[in-house]
Each structure stands twice: as C-alpha cells, then as structure tokens.
C-alpha cells in the first residue's frame, strides 16, 4: 500500500525550460509535504516544502503546488539548469501525534535529466 | 560544518552474519531516523528515536534493532542479514517539528550481502 506516489520514474527537459514533477497521496491525514533532491553517492537534501493550509510555496526557482481536493502536489523548476539533474523525493508526514515525530513517508523518486 | 555522517560508506556481509552500521550528528538534534532504500524503491523508515524514545514501524522486522547510546551516536544492527537486506541505509536527524518536519541525511551506507 503505497501512499505516496510518483508516478514518473523520469522526465527529460532542456535547459531554461521548466520542470514539473508529480506526486500524488491517498491518506488525507498527512499535513505537510516536502521535496527532497538526490545527487549520486549523496543523501538527500531538502529542497522546499508546503503546509497542507496552503496551496503555493516559492522559493527561487522551485515552486510546490498543492491540490488537496486531488490529494496531488507538483514541483515547478523554472528554468531548469543542468544542475538540477538529479533524483527527486516527494513525502509526506501525517498530522502529528504520539510516535509520530516528523516521520516521512517517501515515494519513489523521479530522475530528472536537464540537457544543455 | 554540521553534518551527518554515516560510517562505513560500503559494508559487505555474510549471509546470517551481523553486521552494525553507524550514525553519528553534529546537528545536535534530538530526533534520529533510520532509513532502507532499495534500488529504485522510495526509502522506507525502519524506526526513529525521540531522545532517548524509540520508536519501531509496525512491519520493521525483528532482525533489525537499534541503538542509541548517546545524542550524536545511533546505530543499526542487522543480527542475521539475509539476501534481502541488501540495499542503501541512510541516517537521517531532525530537531523534532522546528522547522517543519525537515530531515537532514546522511550519504548512505550501502549495504551487500553475500
């Protein structure tokens, strides 16, 4: 029972377009959401994250768009530098309660390929 | 400058043979999380500590325990790895809910078995 889901293991832009990954949720327990990026041989890194209270976050390039009516948010990077290319997370964490502390729950990741 | 540091990067072991993996922080944060990632899998939370709490996902097998004897330290012992094991573990910490249920990562150890 996967409960977070992306459903794209990859996507392939040019450089200066814009990215757009995917993630989709079925537990509407969950509160918070967050895009974490993945180089090779690296942990991952948070990138940007959004409350459940509200539907747009931005930071610089990376903007976090979340429809809790479709239970989906999505990343935008725009634009894309080949520097972007990477592994990205997408999680959840449910409304907190006892045992709960920030736990995550990850999807499976989405490879994205800027080419220059 | 503040990291979290996963030692070794790469442990090959035996079937049935245990094997320890460890975590230690500079973060100084309270919270500490281990993960199992399999290839092209989405990385899978084992158990976390809350201080000195620990706190076990219902289907993290027996096979998998953990310690953590001190704020920056935290291990994960596999008593008897099976082939299935294999796969990356990855520490992650956190200063409870401050900043939003941030995590921040080690780099992995990489686990095999043989």
């Known amino acids: 029972d996967q409960q977070v889901k992306q459903n794209s293991p990859s996507l392939s832009v040019q450089e200066g377009r814009i990215s757009i990954l995917n993630c989709d949720y079925t537990?509407?327990?969950?509160?918070?959401f967050l895009w974490y990026k993945k180089y090779p041989a690296e942990g991952p890194t948070f990138l940007i994250s959004?409350?459940?209270?509200?539907d747009k976050n931005e930071d610089g390039r990376f903007t976090v768009f979340l429809n809790k009516s479709a239970k989906h948010l999505s990343l935008h990077i725009v634009p894309s530098q080949p520097g972007d290319s990477a592994v990205y997370f997408c999680?959840?964490?449910?409304?907190?309660?006892?045992?709960?502390?920030?736990?995550?729950?990850f999807g499976q990741g989405t490879t994205l390929q800027v080419k220059p | 400058d503040a990291m979290v540091i996963q030692n070794p990067r790469y442990q090959v072991t035996q079937f049935g043979k245990p094997v320890t993996l460890s975590c230690s922080q500079t973060?100084?944060?309270?919270?500490m999380y281990w993960y199992q990632q399999k290839s092209s899998q989405a990385p899978k939370l084992l158990f976390h500590?809350?201080?000195?709490?620990?706190?076990n996902e219902a289907d993290t097998p027996d096979n998998f325990q953990s310690r953590r004897p001190n704020t920056s330290f935290c291990f994960l012992d596999i008593r008897s790895p099976g082939l299935g094991d294999a796969a990356m573990y990855l520490c992650?910490?956190?200063?409870?809910?401050?900043?939003?249920?941030?995590?921040?990562f080690g780099p992995g150890t990489r686990l095999t078995v043989t």
């Open positions: 973060l100084n944060h309270n919270v």
């Open positions: 500590y809350y201080d000195k709490d620990f706190n």
């Open positions: 999680a959840a964490s449910p409304i907190f309660s006892s045992g709960n502390t920030g736990k995550l729950i």
């Open positions: 537990n509407s327990m969950f509160d918070y």
């Open positions: 959004i409350s459940s209270i509200k």
């Open positions: 992650a910490t956190s200063r409870d809910q401050a900043r939003g249920y941030e995590q921040y």
